[in-house]
């Protein structure tokens, strides 16, 4: 009864991981950080979910593609340790920010972002430059 006990423990433990592993991502699988893309709007929302924090803004890129682009950035934990709360990232209402990021590598109006420079010039670095 014990071995079956603990075989029932062991597997469940290896679907998890393998089910955890499967559907998280890497930064380079989704985004092209060899590029940058800078999106200039305004944050209409900031989605604070897991796995990570989703930056939607109403805005175009320096080519002139405008729409509603998808920011993907930094875990909740990540951002809490920071001190960095879903207030402070949003700015003030209709601010307009300049957003640097890694495209995303298919078509997408999204990006990885790297820094959120507001208005006033103050800035949110959320992940390294590596380039």
Avoid: C
């Amino acid at each position: 009864m014990r071995q079956a006990v603990r075989t029932l423990v062991l597997t469940t433990a290896l679907l998890a991981a393998g089910t955890v592993a499967f559907t998280h991502h890497s930064v380079s699988g989704q985004f092209d950080t060899t590029k940058k893309v800078t999106i200039t709007g305004v944050i209409s929302r900031i989605d604070w979910v897991n796995p990570h924090i989703y930056v939607i803004v109403d805005g175009k890129d320096e080519s002139g593609a405008s729409g509603q682009w998808a920011l993907e950035t930094v875990p909740t934990a990540m951002a809490r340790k920071a001190k960095l709360t879903k207030e402070l990232l949003a700015g003030k209402q209709g601010e307009t920010v300049t957003v640097t990021g890694h495209p995303a590598r298919d078509a997408r109006k999204s990006a990885w972002v790297l820094r959120i420079t507001y208005a006033d010039g103050r800035f949110v670095q959320l992940s390294a430059d590596r380039n």
